[in-house]
Structures are given as C-alpha cells and as structure tokens.
C-alpha cells in the first residue's frame, strides 16, 4: 500500500512522535511513502535550528535521519515554512535574512505537491490537524 503522510503538529508534540512512529512501521510493514509532507506547525520539524531537551528525544534529528536514510520525499509547505521562519539558503538570501535553518533532505515546495501526493498514494494520513 502506498501512503502520504501530513504532520501539521510542531517538533515535540506527541503527534510528532506518533508520526514518526506511524512512518516507520509503514515501511517495515513493507509498504511506501510516496511523500511526507510537512504543514502549519509541522514546519518546525525540517528546522536545523530546534534544540531538544537533553532529557526528550530530539524528534526533528529523528525525523532527519530517517528521511535521510529512507531516502523519502519530505515536502516543507513554503508558505507555512517563510511564515514561522524556517528558510533554506535561497530563501534566506530572497528575503535579506541573516541565516538558513533548512537543508537537505528537506524540499521546500507549495501545497500543490500535498494535493499530488494524496493523487499518488492510496491513504492519505494526517497528524495534529486544527
């Protein structure tokens, strides 16, 4: 089966977590990602600049490595992304801010590649909507 997966949750709630969870037993069930996608709060999850508590787990390294590794399509909303500060290098030059907290493996795209990946997949899971 094929899922797309969308965290709307910011970089330690539990639906985070659960996300990340839910992400790794799709592909140890044998299953695909066709694309995470990272939407409102969840933005903050693809930001190099988030520190963890050294008694939390650091979900935002979590989710690096894992999409890292996976090698999986991990879309940051660009709008929600500029909104709450969370920029890769060419936005940060566009925009005349000092420093980029986003890089590989994240993408920044617009809502279009969510649409698309909810055409691509069969189920189409959500996490810590509004």
Known sequence: MKFAIAL???AHAPS????????????AGGHEIVRLFFYQDGVHSASANVVS????????????AFVAAEKLDAVVCIA??????????????????????LDAPWELSGLGQLHEAGQLADRLICFGGY
Do not use: H, I, T
């Open 8 to 10: 709307f949750a910011p």
């Open 16 to 27: 985070s977590r659960r996300a990340l969870r839910f992400a790794e037993a799709v592909l």
């Open 53 to 64: 508590a050294q008694d939390e787990l650091d979900l935002p390294e979590e989710w690096r």
């Open 80 to 101: 929600a992304a500029l909104r709450r500060g969370v920029l890769n290098q060419e936005e940060a030059q566009r925009y005349n801010k000092p420093a980029a907290n």
